[in-house]
């Protein structure tokens, strides 16, 4: 307390934004102050949302002993966009739905930076998982990720793609696709020609997992080889909305 009155005034010294950056400060004391900031902030519900949020993406890394959290700026030009991992939520109800779905799941994961999604993805059953990115230095760290969380793993064929998505060639027997936001509509659209191709020459239902800004477009929407089947549930602070979109097995179609 001397050293702080030493250099702060004695009004200062209890003003809380300095009284708590003073070391020793106790760890109850700094989240009662936290959270009354944020409520006057956010109001209840959204610093709720927020505290929720963060907690599990700390739990949730802590749990498989990988790290995700942190963004990450990749300087990949316009088209192509930064690493940010997916809500752990988002994560788990749309892995579920999946898995509901389908018998025998064959995953690919569009863009899949650190490899949060792949890692969970992993203590499923799935046949085999497929994450593609264009970044190396993703996929390095992805590989990280996977080997430390391997003994909770229950899938044992995880392959890792270095590739634009633009050239990637859909393998026939995937039948699960997820997409955080990894691009822009321009390589959307491509993408999306590569997954028809990969339907003309074995037609199969495939689920689309497209989270996205919400106020972007959905160019699944737009096609009429898939129809929405659900929307999972986002963290309200997020600003995103998860379409999943089923596609149809009809040769004819599109
Ligand atoms: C928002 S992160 C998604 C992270 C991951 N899917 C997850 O859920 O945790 C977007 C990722 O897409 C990758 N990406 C961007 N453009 C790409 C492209 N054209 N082809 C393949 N990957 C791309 C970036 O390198 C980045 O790692």
């Known amino acids: ?38 409520i006057g902030t956010h109001g209840l519900l959204r610093a709720f949302s927020i505290a929720w949020f963060h907690s599990c993406e700390r739990l949730g890394d802590a749990w498989f002993g990988i790290e995700t959290r942190q963004p990450q700026p990749l300087d990949l030009g316009t088209l192509c966009y930064d690493y940010e991992a997916t809500d ?66 229950r899938c044992a064929d995880i392959e890792l793609a270095n590739s634009d998505a633009m050239v990637f060639e859909v393998p ?22 590569r997954i028809k191709e990969s339907l003309e020459r074995t037609p199969r239902e495939i689920t689309i997992l497209y989270l996205h800004l919400t106020d972007e477009p959905d160019p699944f929407a737009d096609l009429d080889w898939c129809r929405e089947i659900a929307a999972l549930p986002v963290a309200r602070h997020l600003a995103l909305r998860c379409p999943v979109h089923q596609t149809s097995i009809d040769r004819k179609s599109g």
């Open 1 to 38: 307390m001397r050293v702080s009155v030493d250099h702060h005034s004695v009004a200062d010294t209890f003003r809380p934004a300095v009284f708590l950056q003073r070391g020793g400060t106790p760890l109850l004391l700094r989240l009662v102050y936290h959270v009354r900031r944020s």
């Open 88 to 153: 752990y939520r988002v994560i788990k109800a749309g892995l579920r739905l999946i898995s509901a779905r389908h018998r025998d799941v064959v995953f690919l994961d569009y863009g899949c930076g650190k490899g949060r999604m792949l890692a969970v993805a992993a203590t499923h059953s799935f046949r085999r998982i497929i994450g593609l990115d264009v970044h190396a230095g993703m996929l390095a760290a992805a590989k990280e990720n996977l080997s430390r969380m391997r003994r909770r793993a």
């Open 172 to 193: 026939d027997d995937v039948n699960a696709i997820f997409l955080f936001n990894p691009f822009s509509l321009t390589v959307l659209e491509v993408v999306i020609r």
